[in-house]
């Protein structure tokens, strides 16, 4: 299934955020969205996803989800959200129990979630016992279990340190490799970027818009640490975007 | 700091840390509570504390024995417990529907929040003589006020911890298409679960307070009646015979809503 952004704009009040946004997501690849703080990147996520919606344009779903999929358009959250009152296995059978998948048709997508993820042994384990990577993995494991047709990911990595979100980074390319997903992905940080992103969006500040769109042709598995490659690419998107980021940080926020 | 000693000669950092946190010290509150009996014991006993001041501790508790042996306990407590049980209940879950409807609905807010407002300050007791006209001067008047009073602080512990359950597991539960019912029944119930728990602390004193209240007025039998036949008397050793009752029945519920936090919010730490 491919999504279609056409046209969207959307202000908050008279601050307009976005504006003409027309963007192709297609089916199997991984979408970087970057751009200085500020430039309505995660807001354009939470129009794709419905939870928001745009003042103009419209978002489009091209072609039927997948057979089994329970929620086309799952999201991932930089804060986990997790219940706190539930354990892992509680946490995935919640996004289940909706759809009236409950005890051996929930247990074998569970524990196939919690394989996929690394998960097996923690499945009666409570959020606050675990790591940050941990709870982004059930976090990860959770949207797994619904099967998506597209993955929306708010910087999923983004309240983790570093080498936690290495590991994560390596886990995000092995489950694609197993199995391909259409993904939009929001970040900051542009390492994530090349690293993750099949097409690299670059967003101008406020009010956003597509500045620029950079393909990577490389395989995601090819993508080591420090190559020099990606680096270069790296670098070049800094490029773009250094002065807006400045501009971005020295801007008084009106909220 | 420019003196010649102050630099030859090293000071270990000051510790400024620590405090802030209380632990769990359990015989600390007991040992209060005897340390005040002892106290007054020996001072009725000696005659520094005169005996129209305070009663003795040891004919409180001989008068308590009475009670007991007499039956009279019983006759007194049933009545007054199945008031509080009735009374506590109809209120508390009015005001947690009340209390959920307003954390949810923002019309249910514009419309009830200052009502509330106007009816908690009102001194319940005041109203007994109109629950006596609407209700009656039996059972229902006395259940009628102590819901009455238990409903307000509930709906404003609810409303407000409807209030504070975290947006962004809301806005997870919408994004995996959960419905409206799931999500108040799974992640807004149980994430106000602690706010409405502490509230029904506070709900359930007020209720043995308005107890004595409503047995003001036409009860022949319960703890409320006796502290109040007693008091007409200056009968200070049943006085506090009766009070310590209602201490003890205060110490039992906040025990009881203890455990079942303990219970229910084992998630938290």
Known sequence: MDIRLDEISHSYGDTEVLRDISLDIPDGKIVCLVGPSGCGKSTLLRLIGGLERASKGRVIQLGAPPEGCLNPLTYVFQDFALLPWRSVRGNISLVLEDHGIKAARADAIISDVLARTKLSDFSKALPRQLSGGMKQRVAIARALAVKPAVMLLDEPLSALDSQTRELLMDDLVALWARQPFTATYVTHNLQEAVRLGHRIVVLSRRPGQIREIVEIDRPLVERQHRNPELEKIQRYLWDLMREEARAADEELLDV | ?269
């Open chain 2, 1 to 269: 700091m420019s003196n010649a000693t102050d630099k030859t000669q090293p000071i270990e950092v000051r510790f400024r840390g620590g405090g802030f946190a209380p632990k769990s010290r359990r015989w600390v509150g007991l040992a209060v509570f005897v340390f005040l009996i002892v106290v007054m014991e020996t001072g009725t006993r000696s005659g520094w504390i005169s005996a129209l001041t305070l009663p003795k501790p040891s004919d409180v508790f001989a008068t308590f024995g009475e009670l007991w042996e007499s039956g009279l306990l019983f006759k007194h407590l049933a009545p007054s417990l199945s008031r509080l049980a009735v009374g506590a209940a109809i209120g508390a879950s009015i005001g947690i529907v009340v209390g959920v409807l307003i954390g949810l609905f923002s019309y249910a807010r514009a419309g009830l929040v200052p009502l509330v407002a106007a009816i908690f300050p009102i001194p319940k007791i005041a109203l007994l003589p109109l629950f006596v006209i609407w209700f009656g001067i039996d059972e229902t008047s006395k259940y009628a006020l102590i819901a009455f009073g238990t409903f307000t602080p509930t709906v404003v512990a609810t409303y407000g911890a409807v209030d504070n359950v975290d947006r962004s597991l809301i806005r997870m539960g919408q994004s995996f298409g959960l419905s409206w019912f799931s999500i108040v029944r799974k992640i807004v119930l149980p994430g106000a679960m602690p706010g409405i728990l502490s509230g029904l602390r506070i709900s359930l004193a007020i209720a043995i307070i308005l107890l004595v209240a409503a047995e003001m007025l036409g009860a022949e039998y319960g703890i409320g009646a006796y502290i109040l036949e007693a008091g007409s008397l200056y009968d200070l050793e049943r006085l506090f015979a009766g009070v310590v009752i209602l201490s003890l029945l205060g110490v039992i519920l906040s025990t009881v809503i203890g455990f079942i936090e303990r219970h229910l919010l084992g998630w938290r730490e």
